[in-house]
């Protein structure tokens, strides 16, 4: 009779312990998700900022049309990405 207690102890904690590690699991997962997707968003709308920037310093001396246009190209394609990488990756 004892034997059947302890096992039932060993397999209640057994099976909490294995749900609090797919509940974890869970959270780091999805904070990965929501890292990986913003980098792969900001990167390029970043980049276009420094590279229009750039461009307008380079071409006109002062000004803001390369660096509006890089920003705006950039932000489509961190869009894309986020599409290609969440949507499209996972079908």
Do not use: C
Not at 39 to 64: C, S, T
């Amino acid at each position: 009779m004892e034997n059947q207690k302890f096992s039932r102890n060993i397999e209640k904690s057994a099976r909490e312990l294995l749900s609090s590690r797919k509940e974890r699991s869970n959270f780091w997962r999805y904070a990965n998700v929501l890292g990986v997707g913003g980098w792969v968003f900001v990167i390029p709308v970043v980049g276009g900022a420094y590279l229009g920037r750039y461009l307008d310093k380079k071409m006109h001396g002062e000004g803001i049309s390369w660096t509006i246009t890089l920003i705006m190209i950039g932000i489509a394609v961190g869009i894309y990405n986020v599409w290609y990488l969440f949507v499209r990756k996972h079908q």
